[in-house]
Structures are given as C-alpha cells and as structure tokens.
C-alpha cells in the first residue's frame, strides 16, 4: 500500500491504542512517522512495537512549553509536515461535586490547550497541503452521568476542528475530526477502578452498542488514514463518528 508515500506525520499519543495503532498503518502505507508519548516506559515501548520506523519522543501533552520543543524536534527529524493526528488525551470521570481545580486544569490542559498550542507551534512546518485530523469523541454528543469535563473538553476540540477548517484551509491545511465510541484500548485500565467493577461498566456500555461490542483501534486508525490521505482532499471540517450506532440511539 503507498497512500502516505512521500509524507510525514506526528502522532500525539502515539505510544499505546489508537495512536499507536494509527502509527503502524502510516508506516504500512510508506509515511515517514513521529510520535510522541507521555512517560520513558511508553516511550520505550513504543520503540520496540514501531523498531527504526517511527522517530519516537517524551512529551508532556498538557505542558505549554513542551509543544514548541515538539515542533522543533519534528522539524529536525522530518522536515516539512503534512499530517498531524492530535491523539493525546486524558479520560477522567466524576460527579460534578467531587471535582476539584486542579483536576479540571490537568483535563483541559492536556486534552485541549496542548493541542491548540502544538497546533500553533507547527505551523511554520506545515506542508501547503497538509492535514490535521483531532481524535474528539462521541460524549461530545451525548449526556453521559459523570463525564462532564471529559465531554467538555471533547467539545472543544470539536468546535476547534471547525473553526480551524476556516482558519487554515487558506495555508492548504484541512482540518477534521473523528468521533470513537467506545473502543477498546488501554484507557478503560486506567480508570482507578476495581477488576468487577470495570467489567459491569463494560457490559453496561455494550448494551448500548447497536452493533454488540466495543470498537476495534484498528477501525478508528482507518478513518484517521482516510482522513490523512489524499483520497480525503474534498473533506473539510468535517467529523467522522466512529461508534457503531450508539449515539443514534
């Protein structure tokens, strides 16, 4: 396969699940591939699972400062740009009453304002036929208990894939979206919670799947390709949800 020959992607997140996935279907389809991830032992382990195809880095998606040195380390190791897939992101839930600041800002710190400042830190690189494609979420959809700050923050990012299609499309950067229900990937291991109950969680959330199971990584990495590639030129602002039916319920 050669839909990305000659191009050059950053992967945010792209050490587990979806951006990791995405990485080695770039890499299959002959891009020259960055990733970033958030800890040394994501980091290392992503070098294994990708070998010398992909330029693999640590980085802290919810710091400000960080995302410039990102851009820089692309532009060294890549050159010019032309894909980003914004994958980087942080899943917490709660009731409302049990918020505090501090675990808000972590939130819109690392799931939206790392993004829009990477995104203005690569511009200079950007090809002037570039693609960004923001991984958002159905719960920017849907009225789901306890998940208030994450689907805010999907929303954001959602609204940011719009407003930015008007911005960039001048510079010949699209800008779009993709919307996963649930999918399984490492974030359901990450909520705190205790092996029973992660499981009735998942089934309560099958449940409510038309199609009876939970998405694949590879599925969500698709529609990212296809939004990636040429074959997606005429696509603008758009978003692509990827949740087998559930938020047409």
Do not use: C
Not at 117 to 140: D, R
């Amino acid at each position: 396969m050669s839909r990305l020959v000659n191009k050059t992607a950053l992967i945010t997140g792209g050490t587990s699940g979806i951006g990791l996935e995405t990485a080695k279907q770039f890499i299959a389809e002959g891009a020259r591939v960055a990733v970033t991830g958030s800890s040394a032992k994501s980091v290392e382990f992503a070098r294994a699972e990708l070998d010398a195809s992909a330029f693999v880095i640590e980085a802290d998606a919810g710091n400000l400062a960080v995302q410039a040195t990102v851009a820089e380390a692309v532009r060294n190791e890549l050159g010019a740009l032309d894909i980003l897939f914004v994958n980087a992101g942080v899943a917490e839930f709660g009731p409302l009453e049990g918020w505090t600041e501090a675990g808000f800002d972590k939130s819109i710190a690392i799931n939206v304002k790392g993004p829009f400042f990477l995104i203005q830190a690569l511009l200079p690189i950007f090809s002037k036929n570039a693609s960004i494609v923001l991984n958002t979420s159905i719960n920017a959809h849907i009225g789901m208990p306890n998940s208030t700050v994450y689907s805010l923050t999907k929303g954001a990012l959602l609204t940011l894939a719009k407003t930015l299609s008007g911005e960039l499309i001048g510079r010949g950067i699209r800008v779009n979206a993709v919307s996963p229900g649930p999918i399984m990937t490492p974030l359901y291991g990450k909520l705190g919670m205790s092996e029973a109950d992660s499981k009735a969680m998942a089934t309560q959330i099958q449940s409510q799947i038309p199609v009876g199971r939970f998405g694949d990584v590879s599925e969500v990495a698709k529609t990212v390709l296809f939004l990636a590639s040429d074959e997606a030129r005429y696509i603008v602002g758009s978003e692509l949800i990827i949740d087998g039916g559930m938020s047409n319920l």
